[in-house]
């Protein structure tokens, strides 16, 4: 029997034929979507934008729904009832999967303003309540024939491609055909030139919410948040409300403004009447452990440029982050809130990329992000730009004639010295400026660049290195290279003009790291695991005091710190609060694991109030972790059980319902 040859080409084409008419309607219900729920007003850059991201994602699954049939087409026969089978499956899949995800969009977004995601279960709590809006709200039977009809053209469609593939016969097999059209599936399902795929935050460029909602895909937004509402990663209105009182008065709400049922927690200031415009550098430096820098361990003098920098305003030695991580870090820093995420982190999650970030009040500035490598890590990406407006982000690609460190882009000093440039063109050109730069040179593999200036290696004895918590003598210099290049900064900045007199400069970690050994720290902050989240806090500016400030603070007082110094208007929304602010509690929420039972609690003046795998106990952080003070303190432990307990539900209320004002 003659074996039966094919023509790759014409499958290929084929396969692209189907990819097209995938990609057509799901473009076309792009436009229907845009047509539906348009509002007025909207920049005409930002909808063509819109639509060009969305495209992007809509190829995407063009050709991911494509993908089952060009597996398919590789063999050389097929029996027809296989060929039945996969027209029916494909129409089914798509015409009434796709399509009816895509119909309970339109109405989600009708209901809510937001695209489908996997939270829609839990309008399905009451299934007979929920089908009986659906009936009355949506024109559920003229929308079941239309899917009829569009479940049929598919079919029919589908049936002509499949007998064109199968039609056509060759003298030979030319399998580069083939592989030519697996390239380029993988290209466009990548769907950047990047080593970070095509990712939801993309569609996050824009401040206008519904420009994001105009280029997101509903498919892929219900895969995005899945993982999300599997793992409950919501919040609860109620145990919010039984615990307002404690949570409003620490946040600071004025008493006549307070109000349980609202959940109202925004504290409006009006700013500095003689208010100027100064500067302010918001510097996020890669596992700056406290007890790891000179100003814990100056013995070692890992971060001299810091430690003299600081003596130049003030240094917060009390200062710690909620929760461990870098991406937990930026977010906290951002958003003014704990991320409290159970599953990797909350700047992953698109429910959340919507937050009133007080950087966006800084108008009348000229705003920046400056990351090594690419802002598109861990999502930060729609944090940024949905919630930043005019923010310029400078990242791996966007540093003209500078070489690759390593994995995490660009070197710390490069990317230093790049922006003290930046920074002084915007001098000389009168333009105030804000700029919040990230670095990650100190992170294995702890890269020291060919180009490292002035820098020096030092050898210290590995045993001495260990009992001061560093791992040897590449994360010591890794370090101390770290701040070097900080030190290098400064001294540009202070050439160009732009120093404590007219520019506000915060420095502080992403997070602490975790020691089994510290001779530098009091013995609680390792068996209480604090290392991992302390980190020193530097603040150095006009009319900023000399000296070391014990008063207890967060990543998330940042954002208010810095408003406040600046002494411009706005109003405060989520958790944090300005440092310098000595009318308000001091404090710092710390968060151990979000799991039931969760691990969370409160550093307030001496003590460090822990619930601990749902036990609680009130401990002197400073000098004794074993005895539990609570027997000793009980008003004291009371108060501060039911504010740990009070800010963990906040947040996650707040992290759901902190929209932008504006």
Not at 113 to 129: F, P, S
Not at 253 to 278: H, I, M
Not at 472 to 484: L, T, V
Not at 512 to 526: A, E, R, V, W, Y
């Amino acid at each position: 029997m003659k074996k039966q040859n094919f023509n790759y080409l014409s499958r290929v084409w084929a396969y692209f034929y189907f990819v097209a008419i995938n990609f057509a309607v799901l473009f076309l219900l792009r436009i229907i979507f845009y047509l539906i729920n348009a509002p007025q007003g909207l920049i005409k850059a930002e909808v063509i934008k819109g639509f060009y991201v969305g495209a992007r994602f809509d190829l995407r699954m063009a050709f991911l729904f494509a993908l089952p049939l060009g597996i398919v087409f590789l063999f050389p026969k097929i029996k027809s009832w296989i060929k039945t089978f996969i027209n029916i499956l494909y129409a089914f899949v798509f015409s009434f999967g796709v399509i009816l995800i895509y119909f309970c969009d339109f109405g989600y977004y009708a209901y809510l303003k937001e695209r489908i995601n996997a939270y829609i279960g839990e309008l399905a709590t009451n299934t007979v309540t929920s089908a009986e809006m659906v009936w009355e709200s949506y024109p559920v039977v003229w929308g079941f024939l239309a899917l009829l009809l569009v479940m049929f053209i598919y079919y029919i469609v589908l049936k002509k491609i499949l007998v064109y593939a199968y039609s056509k016969q060759a003298k030979r097999k030319a399998y580069w055909f083939a592989f030519g059209a697996l390239l380029i599936t993988a290209a466009f399902v990548h769907g950047r030139f990047s080593q970070y795929p095509l990712r939801w935050s993309n569609a996050y460029f824009s401040n206008n919410n519904f420009i994001s909602a105009l280029a997101l895909n509903p498919i892929q937004n219900l895969f995005d948040t899945y993982k999300f509402a599997k793992n409950g990663v919501t919040f609860d209105t109620e145990k919010t409300r039984q615990h307002y009182q404690t949570v409003a008065d620490f946040l600071g709400v004025k008493k006549d403004e307070q109000n349980a049922e609202t959940l109202n927690f925004a504290r409006p200031y009006a700013g500095a009447k003689d208010a100027k415009k100064y500067n302010a550098v918001v510097i996020i430096t890669e596992s700056l452990a406290y007890d790891k820098s000179s100003f814990a361990n100056p013995e070692l003098d890992a971060t001299p440029y810091l430690r003299q920098f600081a003596q130049k305003g003030t240094l917060f030695d009390r200062f710690f982050t909620p929760a461990a991580g870098t991406a937990k870090g930026v977010f906290a820093s951002l958003t003014a809130l704990p991320d409290l995420s159970t599953v990797t982190t909350s700047s992953r999650n698109p429910l959340l990329a919507t937050q009133h970030v007080l950087y966006n009040d800084l108008d009348g500035y000229k705003k920046f992000y400056y990351i090594g490598g690419s802002a598109s890590w861990a999502n930060i990406r729609g944090l940024l730009e949905h919630n930043i407006e005019g923010l310029t982000i400078y990242e791996e690609g966007h540093y003209p004639g500078l070489p690759r460190n390593d994995v995490w882009g660009i070197s710390d000093l490069a990317m230093f010295k790049y922006a003290a440039k930046e920074f002084k063109k915007l001098k000389d050109a009168g333009k105030p400026f804000f700029a919040i730069l990230q670095t990650s040179g100190f992170h294995r593999p702890y890269t020291i660049p060919d180009d490292k200036g002035t820098f020096t290696l030092k050898e210290i004895d590995e045993k001495r290195l260990q009992d001061y918590s560093f791992s040897g003598n590449e994360e010591y210099n890794s370090m101390r290279f770290q701040d070097y290049a900080m030190g290098v900064f400064f001294e540009e900045m202070q050439k160009a003009g732009m120093d404590e007199n007219n520019t506000i400069f915060v420095i502080y970690g992403d997070h602490g790291l975790t020691t089994q050994k510290s001779d530098s720290q009091p013995q609680p902050f390792i068996d209480f695991d604090l290392n991992l989240h302390h980190s020193p806090l530097v603040v150095v500016g006009p009319n900023v005091a000399k000296g070391v400030n014990k008063r207890i603070g967060s990543q998330i007082d940042v954002s208010a710190t810095v408003l406040g110094l600046l002494g411009l208007p706005r109003t405060e929304t989520a958790m944090g609060r300005n440092l310098f602010n000595t009318s308000l509690q001091e404090g710092a929420f710390i968060l151990k694991s979000p799991a039931q039972p969760f691990s969370i609690g409160i550093l307030q003046g001496d003590y460090y109030y822990a619930i601990r795998n749902g036990t609680p106990g009130l401990y002197k952080y400073m000098q004794d972790s074993t005895t539990d003070y609570c027997p000793q303190e009980p008003q004291k432990c009371e108060y501060l059980n039911d504010l740990s307990i009070g800010l963990f539900e906040t947040a996650r209320y707040m992290a759901f319902n902190n929209k932008s004002e504006k």
